[in-house]
């Protein structure tokens, strides 16, 4: 694990929970039923921090929807079959399109759990 690991999940639980939960009142005061897709925060200390928050109420109408983003493509735009950056700590460079196809699985995974 990282340098923060288990921080992530209690900046999730201790901010951006209150937060979820004021967003969806205020979308609900407008829209009684609406479902709110909810995803991660971007937390570059523990980016591997996709867990499901923990509500203190009533969770009904709300979707946890994590989704994954290979860096060096997120970054240059383009895509490089030949490389990657490994999000397991400590970051690291992953070469070769097989070995790049491997750690797009691993991450694929994570989101997964």
């Given at each position: 694990?990282?340098?923060?690991?288990?921080?992530?999940?209690?900046?999730?639980?201790?901010?951006?929970?209150?937060?979820?939960?004021?967003?969806?009142?205020?979308?609900?005061?407008?829209?009684?039923?609406?479902?709110?897709?909810?995803?991660?925060?971007?937390?570059?200390?523990?980016?591997?921090?996709?867990?499901?928050?923990?509500?203190h109420g009533d969770t009904?109408?709300?979707?946890?929807?994590?989704?994954?983003?290979?860096?060096?493509?997120?970054?240059?735009?383009?895509?490089?079959?030949?490389?990657?950056?490994?999000?397991?700590?400590?970051?690291?460079?992953?070469?070769?399109?097989?070995?790049?196809?491997k750690e797009w699985a691993?991450?694929?995974?994570?989101?997964?759990?």
């Amino acid at each position: 694990g990282g340098v923060m690991e288990g921080n992530g999940q209690k900046f999730v639980d201790s901010y951006m929970v209150p937060f979820y939960e004021s967003f969806a009142k205020a979308v609900r005061s407008e829209i009684p039923n609406a479902i709110l897709f909810l995803d991660p925060n971007c937390d570059f200390e523990d980016h591997n921090n996709m867990r499901c928050p923990k509500f203190h109420g009533d969770t009904e109408g709300y979707a946890w929807a994590p989704h994954w983003y290979d860096f060096v493509l997120l970054i240059a735009k383009e895509f490089r079959s030949w490389g990657t950056i490994s999000k397991r700590f400590p970051p690291h460079p992953v070469f070769g399109s097989r070995n790049v196809v491997k750690e797009w699985a691993k991450q694929v995974e994570w989101v997964e759990d």
